[in-house]
């Protein structure tokens, strides 16, 4: 800092260096990341970064709702009562994050129990103005309202000092009749810690891309430039772009940066037979390759190497990465695979596409 009056006027300070990351990189490194500066394309020292995650946004909030006393709507019959919560927003309105199905023809409905995000809730602002409506549900689809009310997520969660327990509902339609269209009951409201995918990572569990590629005929000929394989020496095809911009964001994460890549659709060589699962690089001995650029040479090597067929079958990638995922782990060695796939066209194997990801889904695997 050259000048202590303009602090924040950069052109009056002195650039020492610079350094460029992702936030990916910093909350994979555990507890700091450590990179040199370079200034001028010389080494100008080094810099240390720490980031924590916002600790009051790592809750899931439990409800239990009910209601007393509320209005009548109908006129042959009670009321069909369901609920709505909204989230105020800069400006004053309000938008709904939460509606309940319809309890039917009761005036004192309990609905059933949910769990919401607090994120999604209230944007993890435990202060922020939150509305609670009540409707008269109709066949219709003319709902009416009986009434609603204001609050916040503090007043009324025990474990920030909330005491609220119950909120009068009023009808703006009443027109400043101090009428009461029923009691609002906070049955249950706990906010319960949720581990983040932070902390997974800073305790030890390791994250594992493996990617797949299509080379299914229905991408076109590699030759026309109308493919989504044509290789152009002036732009990225679609395939490239997919890897760079979804691969770059996991792979940070994988701690050793060797990504299990394939292809599928394609005949291979050397006797050009059918493959529902293959290297990307070719290499039946090894299918990792390393990091993004890896995948991309990978995928570069085979579109000038396979020819592209079909069908469009996933069932095989599927059972390769669930091979992964199946590995034992322990409490001090944990793993949790992500599975991304690239692909244009309808799946054919759907059934066993679904059997495979019914499967899948016991396994730490996405």
Not at 241 to 260: E, F, G
Not at 271 to 291: A, I
Not at 313 to 334: G, H, R, T, Y
Not at 337 to 348: M, R, S, V, Y
């Amino acid at each position: 800092v050259d000048d202590k009056h303009h602090v924040d006027n950069i052109d009056k300070q002195q650039l020492l260096g610079t350094m460029e990351c992702t936030l990916a990189e910093v909350m994979a490194a555990g507890e700091h990341l450590t990179k040199s500066l370079r200034l001028q394309g010389n080494p100008a020292g080094k810099i240390t970064i720490q980031a924590e995650e916002v600790q009051d946004s790592k809750f899931v909030v439990d409800f239990e709702l009910s209601a007393t006393k509320l209005e009548k709507k109908d006129l042959f019959g009670k009321s069909d009562p369901y609920i709505e919560i909204a989230k105020s927003q800069e400006g004053g309105a309000f938008t709904m994050v939460y509606r309940s199905q319809p309890i039917m023809k009761t005036l004192s409905p309990r609905w059933p129990a949910f769990e919401m995000e607090i994120q999604k809730l209230c944007s993890g602002d435990w202060e922020r103005t939150l509305q609670f409506s009540v409707w008269d549900w109709n066949k219709s689809g003319n709902n009416e309202l009986i009434g609603l009310a204001t609050t916040s997520l503090k007043d009324i969660c025990p474990e920030r000092g909330g005491k609220v327990f119950n909120l009068d509902l009023t009808n703006p339609s009443h027109k400043g009749k101090k009428k009461s269209s029923g009691v609002l009951v906070f049955t249950s409201v706990k906010a319960v810690p949720k581990a983040s995918f932070v902390d997974y990572i800073r305790g030890g569990c390791q994250i594992s891309l493996i990617t797949a590629v299509d080379f299914t005929a229905s991408n076109g000929n590699p030759s026309d430039p109308n493919c989504l394989h044509y290789i152009s020496p002036v732009k990225d095809n679609e395939y490239v772009q997919a890897i760079k911009s979804i691969a770059s964001v996991l792979a940070p994460y994988d701690s050793d940066q060797m990504i299990p890549s394939f292809g599928f659709g394609g005949q291979i060589p050397p006797h050009f037979h059918v493959s529902h699962c293959f290297p990307l690089d070719l290499n039946t001995q090894n299918p990792e390759v390393y990091g993004v650029q890896g995948i991309l040479n990978a995928y570069q090597h085979a579109v000038r190497t396979v020819r592209l067929y079909g069908p469009t079958n996933f069932s095989s990638i599927l059972d390769k990465a669930m091979q992964f995922a199946s590995v034992q782990e322990n409490q001090q060695s944990q793993s949790y695979f992500i599975l991304l796939i690239i692909t244009d066209g309808e799946i054919t194997d759907m059934a066993d596409t679904v059997d495979r990801i019914v499967t899948a889904s016991k396994l730490p695997l996405s």
